[in-house]
């Protein structure tokens, strides 16, 4: 499958005079992109006061930048209810644990759970669609955007506890069952109707896990019941695919159940905001990558969104210049900006589209840099683009090609491993990043895959790490693939309401192990492996009759096999993980290279990409790539 890459950018015509519209229009073609993202922040200026609308001006935006030949990306304003829907709905905002409202003044200032603003955002989605739906310049659609950002899903609302009962309800259909699922003989908590059932916050102590999963598991099916309104909305006027937008490092709701409503997942790439603000590397990494960003943490996310959209994903915004949102903003190296969206092409995006078109010299983002300065000189990403596009020319095809090696993802995992850490530092995330970079320092191409994946087929080498309770579908697919399956530490470690099984987990088919107890560590107290590295945060004692393949120090198994069966007890550093990674390989018959830190390749299609993610030059394959180099 091969599809033409291409770029884009976000204009906010609304930002700016009528009169500079047009020259703005001029200039996006002329500087090589194709598609334009505009209206998603617009509401208060789409409906200036309920019931009426006001489509003019982007009519004329519309026509202008059409008429300049670019194609546009129409993006649901519903991140940014006006003041007045406040009147209508003073209930619709969402609570923080502590119950206090989350107020109007920024954004994303609404309960998923509000059925109220639901239907004006139903409404808004159908007025857009029905005057846009058909218009010859709409390419994409955009529902809402970044859906979880500023930590935007959990809602401690009126709206959210009746609707939290009712999905109970529907879950458990009797109180005992629920009682029964969550252990609620525990410390007397029985409930003897769902009306009773609260949120779980302001508890004394820790609220019952179970408690806190299925809430979370709530809050997720809100987001996806409140986007499948607009996907309804829109596809009811307008046959244009249909996007969300999502953020980096955000898991409060399954993406793959959003995904699986739309036609493509786009998603915002900060390199530089992401590494200070979503990292927990040390201050050296932090440092060493201040303008160029973390080598793997973007990639990650490609790979994500590329499963998100099934293989069709955009970067909807990318980092021009220095942001405003982390706790240091440096600018980028000269070249990142390139060496960013060339990135994004080898993974596979159809378009890379810049945030945004002109630095805004008002309100929240005003040190956020754009493709212009607030005085519409071009501003330093702006030639960077200009190259990327001449550059197209060489490139202008979107492969993808399976990867040999594939990684699985799941968010209600993560929720799992956030309702019980059971140590600081035990992160779902971090730990599926630190395997992903394992295998990304190896040369590999890796496809992230969902949960519920019944097929593993074409891959040689999986990768299932922390994945709390595997679905049915997986299991059975790892029963029956050929590759060499790694999982572990802490998959299968629970029921599907979070509880420990017995017989004790992990219960894989044709592997002999059980986890009789888990520990976790200090950050200086890591256990030394017998060969090479040590298991650090999580440890779990194993007794199995398969193979021990890895020992600790004190002589206890950490990995143990069967056939193609691995099994890993315990957390590992990256020298550890190396080791289980190459054997690995070796096993499948999967060619790894020992590329120098600073080196990440990708390939796509025939074509295979070099980046040097480092300050300085490196020498790789007998060419030295300079900082921000790539290579193909
Ligand atoms: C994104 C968001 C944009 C803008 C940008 C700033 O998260 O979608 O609207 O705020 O960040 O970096």
Redesign the pocket.
Same mark, same amino acid.
Request: hydrophobic share 25%; with cysteine.
């Given at each position: 499958m091969t599809r033409k890459r291409a770029l884009g950018t *976000?204009y906010y015509p609304e930002h700016w005079p009528e009169e500079i519209w047009a020259e703005d229009a001029r200039r996006m073609a002329g500087l090589g992109l194709t598609w334009v993202r505009i209206g998603?922040?617009a509401w208060s200026r789409l409906e200036p006061e309920p019931g009426r609308f006001d489509w003019g001006w982007m009519d004329r935006a519309f026509d202008m930048l059409t008429g300049a030949g670019l194609k546009v990306v129409l993006g649901t304003p519903t991140a940014t209810p006006p003041r007045w829907m406040l009147d209508r709905h003073p209930d619709m905002l969402a609570l923080d644990a502590e119950g206090r409202p989350r107020g109007f003044g920024s954004r994303r200032h609404y309960c998923f759970s509000h059925d109220g603003y639901r239907a004006e955002a139903i409404r808004i989605t159908a007025a857009l669609a029905e005057r846009y739906g058909r218009h010859p310049g709409l390419g994409v659609w955009q529902t809402d955007?970044?859906y979880a *950002?500023h930590d935007t899903v959990l809602s401690y609302s009126d709206a959210a506890r009746h609707a939290f009962r009712d999905w109970l309800a529907q879950r458990y259909q009797s109180v005992d069952a629920l009682n029964r699922a969550w252990g609620n003989v525990f410390w007397s908590m029985e409930y003897d109707s769902f009306d009773q059932v609260d949120l779980p916050n302001l508890t004394v102590t820790e609220p019952n896990p179970s408690h806190a999963l299925d809430f979370r598991r709530f809050a997720s099916d809100q987001v996806a019941r409140f986007n499948a309104g607009q996907v309804a909305a829109i596809r009811a006027r307008s046959d244009a695919p249909i996007s969300h937008?999502y953020?980096g490092r955000t898991l409060d709701f399954d993406h793959f159940a959003l995904g699986a409503q739309m036609e493509i997942a786009t998603w915002?790439s900060?390199p530089l905001?992401f590494l200070e603000d979503r990292l927990e590397d040390p201050e050296e990494h932090k440092r060493r990558y201040a303008r160029q960003g973390d080598p793997d943490f973007q990639a990650l996310h490609h790979d994500l969104y590329r499963a998100v959209g099934h293989g069709r994903w955009w970067v909807m915004?990318q980092?021009p210049g220095p942001?405003?949102?982390a706790p240091y903003n440096p600018a980028p190296l000269p070249g990142m900006v390139r060496f960013w969206t060339w990135e994004a092409f080898a993974h596979g995006a159809e378009v890379v589209s810049y945030?945004?078109w002109r630095q805004a010299p008002f309100a929240q983002?005003q040190y956020?840099a754009g493709l212009l300065r607030p005085d519409s000189a071009a501003a330093p990403a702006f030639a960077e683009v200009e190259q990327v596009a001449a550059e197209l020319a060489q490139l202008p095809e979107a492969e993808e090609t399976p990867a040999p090696v594939a990684l699985v993802f799941d968010y209600a995992s993560a929720w799992a491993w956030t309702v019980q850490p059971q140590g600081r530092g035990c992160d779902y995330f971090r730990l599926v990043f630190e395997v992903y970079r394992g295998l990304r320092k190896l040369g590999l191409s890796v496809d992230l895959l969902p949960p519920d994946t019944g097929d593993l087929g074409g891959y040689r080498l999986v990768l299932i790490p922390g994945l709390v309770a595997p679905p049915a579908a997986l299991i059975d697919a790892i029963t029956r693939t050929e590759a060499q399956v790694i999982l572990g530490p802490r998959t299968g470690a629970k029921t599907a309401s979070l509880s420990i099984p017995v017989p004790l987990p992990p219960a894989i088919p044709g592997l002999d192990v059980t986890v009789s107890r888990v520990e976790t560590l200090r950050p200086d107290m890591p256990v030394p492996m017998a060969q090479v590295g040590e298991v650090t945060h999580w440890r779990e004692d194993l007794e199995t009759g398969a193979t021990v393949l890895d020992k600790d120090a004190h002589g206890r198994p950490v990995t143990v096999g069967a056939g193609n069966l691995t099994y890993l007890g315990g957390w590992p550093d990256p020298r550890f993980l190396r080791h289980i990674l190459l054997r690995a390989c070796a096993e499948a018959g999967v060619a790894t290279t020992d590329l120098p830190p600073d080196i990440r390749v990708r390939q796509n299609g025939s074509t295979r990409f070099v980046f040097n993610h480092g300050p300085d030059p490196v020498a790789f394959e007998g060419r030295v790539l300079p900082p921000a180099g790539v290579a193909w």
């Open positions: *976000c998603e922040f955007n970044e *950002c937008n953020m915002d900060y905001g915004e980092q942001v405003n949102w945030f945004r983002e956020h």
